[in-house]
Structures are given as structure tokens and as C-alpha cells.
């Protein structure tokens, strides 16, 4: 695995995003190693603890924009809703652990985890619409479910970031701390000692009753995210956020 770094103690997994040098941007080769890797931990683990060491991740890898046309980007985007879908349907509690930058496909990527634990310093927010994007995994379905229209709207179409204690006032994250990985270990072992069974099954009645029309949700986003990389002003602000 070149993306990520994995470990296991006493029926925990924990996968660290490994692109520190690029905020840990998103790639189609990170979202394959973190699929294959969470397969693998599936028959060793009860829990899974997802983050970075300094950041969660400030959104999808801009690189992998250049000279991407519709049909194109409508892949890309594809590729995010597997991973976000893969999160959701994962038999197995996700928890993040969010520090650092979490913007754009990172924020997305995480309101797909099942608890949110946020360090004090974190920065959060969705800025695609800085470069005539709109969200790339999910944040136009998923975080209007979460946070609510108005503020979803908010976050999406003045593209600020928010800081941690309004991202708790929001309802984007559910428990702030200094140490957020070692909150995140102290609920992990809490749920590891409940029965397998059980945890799986809450998990998935409680995304099926909240999923409805998801994957067709999420595929008309990912049909107007291609749709914006034949727009002038977005081809226009990506080559100059190249250029800065």
C-alpha cells in the first residue's frame, strides 16, 4: 500500500491516510488501497478507525483534474461514490478521525463514516465552488441529510471553511476533543465488546432507512460535476488554481 498505512490491535483496525506531503488528497489509487485494505481487515477486526496523522484529507487530488473532460470527470466522481457507498454498506462501525484539513472530498468522505470524532483544530469545509466545481463525494446528497438545507448552502455556496466547534453546532461532527484518536480508540473498544451480530445489523437499518434513493441521488451529482468540466469559467479557475 503506497496511500495508506494499516495496523491492527486487539480487534481494532486503523488505517492512516499516507499522502501527508498532499494533505492527503484523494486519488483513485488511495480509494482502491483503502477498499482493498478495509476487505482484508473485514474477518480481524469489530471496529475500523479511518484518519491521518496530521490531516484527514483536504479533498480530492486536483492533479487528477487536468484535461479531464465530462465524461471523464463523471468517472472520477463515480470512483468517490463507490468509496463513500463502500463506507455506508461496510459491514463493520467506521469511525474518523478528523484533524488537520478536512475539505471538499475528505469532509464528504467522512459524513459516509459512522461517527465523527473531530480534533479542536481542525478546519472544515466544502470549496469546490472556489474553482466552478460543485461536490465531488456525495456533499450536495449527503450533507444537506446531515446539517440540514440551509446550512448545507451555506457551506456549499460561499465554499468558508467552518472551524470545529461550529462544525459541532452544525451537527457535522459528533464529538470534539484534544486527542480525537484517543476518543476514537475509547468508543471503538466500547463497541468492540457489544455483539458482532447486533452491530452489524443496527448499522444497516439504520443507513437503509436513512439511504433512500441514495444511488440515484449521488449519480445525478456525480452527472453535474462532469457536466461543469465543459463550462468555461470552471476550466478557468482550475487553470488558475494550477497556476497559483
Do not use: W
Not at 499516507?18 to 477486526?45: A, C, F, H, P
Not at 469489530?46 to 463523471?74: C, E, H, M, R, T
Amino acid at each position: 500500500m503506497e496511500s495508506i498505512d494499516i495496523k491492527i490491535d486487539d480487534g481494532i483496525g486503523f488505517i492512516y491516510f499516507n499522502r501527508e506531503n498532499k494533505l492527503n488528497t484523494v486519488t483513485v489509487e488511495m480509494v482502491n488501497e483503502i477498499m482493498d485494505s478495509m476487505d482484508d481487515l473485514k474477518s480481524k477486526v469489530n471496529v475500523i478507525i479511518i484518519g491521518g496523522k496530521k490531516n484527514f484529507s483536504a479533498g480530492a487530488d486536483i492533479n487528477q483534474f487536468k484535461n479531464l473532460n465530462p465524461v471523464n470527470a463523471y468517472k472520477f466522481h463515480l470512483k468517490l461514490n463507490e468509496l463513500l457507498k463502500y463506507f455506508r454498506d461496510y459491514d463493520l462501525p467506521v469511525i474518523s478521525v478528523l484533524n488537520g484539513y478536512v475539505l471538499g472530498g475528505g469532509l464528504e468522505l467522512s459524513l459516509s463514516t459512522d461517527i465523527r470524532i473531530c480534533s479542536t483544530t481542525a478546519v472544515l469545509g466544502q470549496p469546490e465552488i472556489n474553482i466552478g466545481i460543485n461536490a465531488g463525494a456525495g456533499g450536495n446528497v449527503i450533507l444537506s441529510k446531515v446539517i440540514g438545507r440551509n446550512r448545507a448552502l451555506y457551506m456549499i455556496l460561499t465554499g468558508e471553511k467552518i472551524d470545529a466547534k461550529k462544525a459541532y453546532e452544525f451537527g457535522l461532527v459528533d464529538i470534539i476533543s484534544d486527542n480525537p484518536e484517543n476518543e476514537a480508540l475509547r468508543i471503538a473498544k466500547i463497541i468492540k465488546e457489544k455483539p458482532v451480530n447486533t452491530v452489524k445489523l443496527a448499522k444497516r437499518v439504520v443507513n437503509k432507512s436513512f439511504d433512500t434513493n441514495l444511488d440515484l441521488s449521488v449519480d445525478y451529482e456525480a452527472t453535474v460535476f462532469g457536466l461543469l468540466f465543459s463550462d468555461n469559467e470552471t476550466k478557468s479557475r482550475i487553470d488558475k488554481f494550477f497556476k497559483k
